[in-house]
């Protein structure tokens, strides 16, 4: 999962809504709580702040975090096909390695590789 898709699953709970079928939270669900909505809201400002922090530095691609097309995954896809290795595809899509691993990975060109802990 990318980092806007994650934002807007924060924000749809924020708002008292279901992200997977759209429904309205009934009034005792923990979603229409003021505290759990300020939280909420608190941890989408925290990560956008940080996204916005690490672009600012430099330590985060330009891209980081948004929405792929089809375009674009076809496009990683050929390119590794090709041989380009995945630091070259990253730079190219301004993307993470790790955002390019994962579509390979969802496209089925690399096996996902098992969590290792802090790397």
Known sequence: MDIKKALEIIN?????????????????????????IRALFIAKESIEKDIERKR????????????????????????FDNGMELKEIAKKQKRTIGGIRSRLVKAGKLEEEPFRGNR
């Open 12 to 36: 749809a709970l924020a708002d008292g809504i279901d992200p997977v079928t759209g429904e309205i939270y009934s009034g005792n669900s923990p979603y229409q709580k003021p505290d759990v």
């Open 56 to 79: 600012k530095k430099g330590t985060e691609p330009e891209r980081t975090g948004e929405p792929w097309t089809k375009e674009e995954e076809k496009e990683v896809c050929d390119d």
